[in-house]
């Protein structure tokens, strides 16, 4: 093992390249890996790794309240996919969706964790997404036990 101290080298050293933002290291994990909260979705979802994922495939996701255990099953298949879904979450913690518009907006963004279920091409039918959406709430009965009204 070689050990170098910087000083000797210091005049051999250039600069190759000033990143455009802080290095956070918020690269994509994988569909199969993401498992955010709001408040990481919030930072993560503008920075380039993340949105090339998001918005360029179809998918059933799920929101889980770590307060209470309950679920939300949702899909996403309209412009921006997943990409387009998420940041109306963020935008206003219920993306528009009925059982999820009477909770505080504060507790979505204390409470509330994001990750991916099914992934699919861009290109797949949405009545696949749907038929999978549907699937996945009668597995998890989020109907039942969550935040699913339909």
């Known amino acids: 093992m070689m050990i170098r101290n910087a000083a000797s080298v210091i005049d051999e050293c250039e600069i190759s390249q000033l990143l455009p933002d802080t290095f956070d290291n918020d690269l994509f994990p994988g569909y199969d890996k993401v498992n955010v909260s709001w ?3 919030k930072r993560v979802i503008e920075k380039d790794t993340w949105k090339t994922a998001l918005e360029n495939q179809k998918g059933v ?3 889980t309240d770590i307060s209470n255990g309950k679920q ?7 412009e921006s996919m997943i990409l387009g879904r998420w940041r109306s979450y963020i935008r ?5 969706n009925i059982g999820l518009i009477p909770i ?3 507790h979505i963004q204390e409470n509330f964790r994001f990750s991916i279920l099914d992934i699919y091409k861009s290109t797949t039918d949405d009545l696949i997404i749907i038929a999978r959406e549907n699937w996945w709430k009668q597995i998890l009965q989020s109907r039942r036990f969550g935040y699913n009204e339909n």
Not at 92 to 96: F, Q, S, V
């Open 39 to 41: 408040k990481e979705l």
């Open 61 to 63: 996701y799920l929101l």
């Open 72 to 78: 939300y099953v949702g899909s996403a298949y309209g």
């Open 92 to 96: 206003n913690g219920h993306g528009g």
């Open 104 to 106: 505080n907006f504060i």
